[in-house]
């Protein structure tokens, strides 16, 4: 592990979390912090104002997006975008992990919002951040690219169990290092962790947060890969039963759900 790059925590996170843990945090002081980088600021405002969040007006300023939004909402965008902008990187796969991991947060924060669980601006960050020792490895291994699609496909074997035996270390331990150095919530941090470790449904002593955190990322993942066309999503079939009895979800519903995310993942397309 310790020969992995690990980007530090940027500065602007520093000075927003710093913001955010004041007893009343200031949205012009949020607001300000934010556009002293443009590029965030600009990114912000294009997400701020994106189909996803479906507002008849269209904000025309940081400060603006922060008070449509509100500020958690916005603090999890910027959190978001300031990971693609430490993790910037060319190349199809790289490419494919950031439009997929977008298309998780979108899922998660639906799913948070449908079934009233957990809060969504924790549930957007999660969505971002679940697999994001991912490209870290695939910075450090040449050949990771391919070790993921293998372990993806595995039936049996966890697939994190499958990394460790071909790396010494798996995305879910890089990824929550990552999100400890950055200051992000505990439950985040414990839910990337543990997303392939579906024994933590029958785990009381595991935070039911966190739990929900990986059942709905399921949920997601099962979602995402049949928006892709993929049938066969092996994740799912190792964990989705036990994921939906903890979201005291039915066949049904759990069918319903998947339409609807289908239908969310065509519109914002």
């Given at each position: 592990m310790r020969s992995i790059r690990i980007p530090p925590r940027p500065s602007l996170l520093?000075?927003?979390?710093?913001?955010?843990?004041?007893?009343?945090?200031?949205?012009?002081?949020?607001?300000?912090?934010?556009?002293?980088?443009?590029?965030?600021?600009?990114a912000l405002l294009k997400l701020a104002n994106s189909p996803f969040y479906g507002r008849a007006r269209k904000a025309s300023s940081v400060e603006q997006g922060i008070n449509f939004l509100g500020i958690n909402t916005c603090s999890a965008l910027v959190t978001g975008l300031l990971a693609r902008q430490a993790l910037d990187g060319d190349g199809a796969a790289l490419a494919n992990f950031w439009e997929v991991s977008a298309k998780r947060a979108q899922a998660l924060v639906f799913l948070t919002r449908k079934l009233h669980v957990g809060a969504p601006d924790i549930a957007h960050t999660f969505g971002l951040f679940c697999d994001i020792g991912v490209p870290l490895l695939i910075e450090r291994f040449p050949d990771y690219v391919q070790t993921f699609a293998i372990a993806g496909d595995q039936g049996d074997t966890c697939f994190t169990e499958f990394e460790d035996a071909r790396h010494a270390t798996n995305h879910a331990a890089i990824g929550c290092l990552l999100a400890r150095n950055w200051g992000l919530p505990e439950d985040i941090s414990w839910a990337i962790l543990l997303h392939h470790d579906y024994r933590i449904f029958d785990d009381a002593t595991t935070g039911a947060a966190i739990r929900t955190l990986v059942a709905l990322a399921l949920l997601a993942e099962k979602a995402i890969q049949r928006y892709y066309g993929d049938s066969v999503v092996p994740e799912w079939d190792k964990g989705?039963?036990?994921?939906?009895?903890?979201?005291?979800?039915?066949?049904?519903?759990?069918?319903?759900?998947?339409?609807?995310?289908h239908e969310l993942f065509e519109t914002d397309h």
């Open positions: 520093i000075d927003l979390q710093r913001e955010l843990a004041r007893p009343c945090p200031s949205p012009r002081a949020i607001a300000h912090i934010i556009t002293n980088d443009v590029g965030i600021a600009g989705g039963a036990p994921a939906c009895r903890h979201l005291g979800l039915s066949e049904d519903d759990c069918a319903d759900l998947l339409d609807e995310l």
